[in-house]
């Protein structure tokens, strides 16, 4: 059982940047792969960026303003996110599963509460 708790949402400035942070216990990232989500009202669960411990994959509207991250120590995995953009706003969700990395909501097998982002212009 891994329990995931995301945190450091808020409101910001479009332009302006905030770090995600999605904090487990019960396992060790070392042995799940997580992914980052977002979900805008009235829209699908999309997805955001994915890492294991080779590789990272993110979606393209968000390549090269958004950086997963993981501390090891700390237990968290991270999602930076620059340049934000008003089409950023959403809740955002980690989520976790056992083997490689997938950019479907439904290959993750636990979920976080979720943290909202709100962009302004």
């Known amino acids: 059982q891994v329990q995931l708790v995301e945190s450091g949402g808020g409101l910001v400035q479009a332009g302006g940047s905030l770090r995600l942070s999605c904090a487990a216990s019960?396992?060790?990232?070392?042995?799940?792969?997580t992914g980052w989500f977002r979900q805008a009202p009235g829209k699908e669960r999309e997805f955001v960026a994915a890492?294991?411990?080779?590789?990272?994959l993110y979606a393209d509207s968000v390549k090269g303003r958004f950086t997963i991250s993981r501390d090891a120590a700390k237990n968290t995995v991270y999602l930076q996110m620059n340049s934000l953009k008003q089409e950023d706003t959403a809740v955002y969700y980690c989520?976790?599963?056992?083997?490689?990395?997938?950019?479907?909501?439904?290959?993750?097998?636990?979920w976080g509460q979720g943290t909202q982002v709100t962009v302004s212009s």
């Open positions: 989520a976790v599963r056992r083997i490689g990395i997938s950019s479907s909501p439904s290959d993750y097998d636990y």
């Open positions: 019960g396992r060790t990232f070392s042995t799940y792969n």
């Open positions: 890492r294991s411990g080779i590789e990272t």
